[in-house]
């Protein structure tokens, strides 16, 4: 059984760019979360997809949007960055919509300069 | 916005030493509490779901406890290992997940 992966694991942009982080979801979940952990703080939601569809979203301007993929892999873009982007983003994988039994990916730690 | 909350926010624990640390969450609307444990450079590790009040889970030398009433969640750690440092959040459950800013716990061998 594979894990949840996320790519790339670090990467540095410069303010004012698009970026896109990937996340490829666990054998047989059909549901994607995305968060933000900016320093000293715990893991905040972005949002959710299921089955495709974005099923919740937290507090988050439009400029992060994201993408599921029918093999239930996705993205997350986030156009316009802007210094405070610069955090680690976690993906979370689960078997259905909801936040019962999330298994997380490592992260990918992204640095706006 | 959910205010979850952790305390401490760090501690450090002589190998051997038990210790434990606390989860304040909003007792009104309670579905479920998670906990994880995040070693650095790795993902979190889902360690318990807890659902009803009074709930007590145990996963090796690693227990907790929850209060629903009250709002409050203890994790135990009988016995620290340095294997044990790591950071531990936990996160109230609403549908999606509102994570506190975690205790890092370092275990002095």
Known sequence: ?113 | ILNVEQSPQSLHVQEGDSTNFTCSFPSSNFYALHWYRWETAKSPEALFVMTLNGDEKKKGRISATLNTKEGYSYLYIKGSQPEDSATYLCAFNDYKLSFGAGTTVTVRA
């Open chain 1, 1 to 113: 059984e594979t894990g949840v992966t996320q790519s790339p694991t670090h990467l540095i942009k410069t303010r004012g760019q698009q970026v896109t982080l990937r996340c490829s979801s666990q054998s047989g979940h059909n549901t994607v979360s995305w968060y933000q952990q900016a320093l000293g703080q715990g893991p905040q939601f972005i949002f959710q997809y299921y089955r495709e569809e974005e099923n919740g979203r937290g507090n988050f301007p439009p400029r992060f949007s994201g993408l599921q993929f029918p093999n239930y892999s996705s993205e997350l873009n986030v156009n316009a960055l802007e210094l405070d982007d610069s955090a680690l983003y976690l993906c979370a994988s689960s078997l259905s919509g909801g936040a019962y039994e999330q298994y997380f990916g490592p992260g990918t730690r992204l640095t706006v300069t």
